[in-house]
């Protein structure tokens, strides 16, 4: 056996042995991901959850939005599909940074980019502020953007979302609906 081959069977045995003696009944215990379920506020947006037919404010049927918690319940990811054969689909991740208590939500579909934060206005409520960008050809712009949405007492949602368009400062309604849950089947 050549000098690198003994090396190596050497190297080999160490590391092997290091390994038999780290699972013992000694051995500290591996790291485990905690998830988020004991994180406090983790599950401020649970509300959110769901399979939702959305409509707007003058009751006509503008997509399906599905909700769902993901990766040991540290972030909800949202599938939207809008009523206009997929120009205005979209999917968002949000999460509770525990930093600093606040969750942010990226939002993203074709030509537009949502980025904004918040917290928890009351249970089943939630405020974010942020921005909007548009990067379309001839149209790339961003503005300020908010939104709140929140429980009614029927067991629907209710979405208002603001936007600055102009450079006054001026707020205006950008979306305002109605989230209905689907029907079980």
């Not at 003058?58 to 599938?79: H, M, P």
């Not at 206009?84 to 074709?110: C, F, I, K, M």
Request: with cysteine.
């Amino acid at each position: 056996m050549g000098m690198i081959a003994r090396a190596l069977a050497a190297g080999a045995l160490a590391f092997s042995g290091g390994a038999v003696a780290q699972e013992g009944p000694d051995a500290p215990p591996a790291p485990v991901a905690p998830g988020c379920a004991e994180i406090e506020g983790a599950d401020a947006f649970d509300f959110f959850v769901g399979d939702w037919y959305v409509y707007n404010v003058d009751g006509q049927y503008v997509g399906r939005n599905r909700i769902e918690k993901a990766y040991q319940d540290c972030f909800l990811f949202e599938r939207w599909s809008g009523g206009r054969g997929g120009n205005d689909d979209g999917r968002s991740t949000s999460y509770l940074d525990a930093r600093t208590g606040e969750w942010h939500q990226l939002w993203v579909s074709p030509n537009t980019i949502i980025d904004w934060r918040g917290a928890p206005e009351r249970p089943g409520a939630m405020r974010l502020a942020g921005e909007i960008a548009f990067s379309a050809p001839e149209r790339t712009s961003s503005h300020g953007f908010r939104g709140l949405i929140e429980t009614q007492d029927d067991g629907t949602l209710r979405q208002v979302l603001e936007w600055q368009p102009a450079a006054d400062g001026e707020w205006q309604t950008w979306f305002d609906g109605t989230y209905r849950p689907v029907p079980k089947e």
